[in-house]
């Protein structure tokens, strides 16, 4: 509280302690309030309803003393978001130089001139992550989301639900066709990945990705398959990624039989590991039987139990 209010604050204090309960209590408090405490009200905005409740208005953007510093803050983000929107245009202008330059300063540079900026710009970045590398994973995820979301909306009208192995293969595919103008840099691509200042990036945009095709595949799974089936699906990416990169075939032919085979490979595993699972749970199932018919049978008390 400012120190101008703490004087008639105090006054309208020592009033209560001198005996003027009766009066606040009675309709004229209203005008004693006023009348005890008027700098305190127009400093901080107080304002008496019929019930004599206080309601606190005060706005510390009208306050001169903020108002200088509500103006710095808004400069700053106004700051902020000139040098996003920069960075957006230099970006997704640097994507097309790509398969000349790669993932390197020089096409960032060539961004900056295509969108009309200055080449001096690209020290707006920091080395790592690589900004070239993230901004065409983070695009190459949403679009390959809309277009899930298409194909999710397709396989409800056609089929009723989704047909889970076909959607997985079309999405599957779509994001390899969606990479295939950087196949020839995709190599380079794939050893940034590993670099120590890229790999947490990376590593979580490639979860993103595998998680939001299990999700709009309509898996509800919430116990070990829910990791099986991520990890299966990573390595299916993984393994077609590399095979993809040095597929001579037209139109990637040999790469999409290949993809098959593969999904049909984590079919079978799931199957196993389901299988394994279910065997594992009946072997303990048979175990707690066999020795809790044991313990009724020799008469050893069952600690288990409640009384």
Known sequence: MRKSALAPLELFCGCYRSGMRSSLKSGTSRDLVTRCVPSLMQSHRFS?????SEEYNWDPQKEPQFQESFKREEKREQGLRDELDIKQRLLSSAVTHIPALGWTDEAL???ARDAGL???VVAMFPPHPNPLLIYFLEESNEALERFMLELQQQHMQQHGRVKV??????????LFLSLEPVNARWHEASALMLEPGNALPCVQLHYDLVNCMWHLAGDTSTDLNWYSERALLSSVLNATGLFWMADP???KADTWRFL??????VGRVGKGVADVRSGVYSVIAGLTSTVETTRNIVGLPNTDRNY
Not at 260 to 265: E, N, S, T, V
Request: proline letters at 3%; zero cysteines.
């Open 48 to 52: 008496l309803s019929h019930n004599t």
């Open 109 to 111: 540079a060539a961004g």
């Open 118 to 120: 200055s080449p001096a």
């Open 165 to 174: 192995n076909d959607f997985i293969f079309q999405s599957v595919k779509q």
């Open 249 to 251: 075939s037209t139109d």
């Open 260 to 265: 098959q085979r593969r999904l049909a490979d």
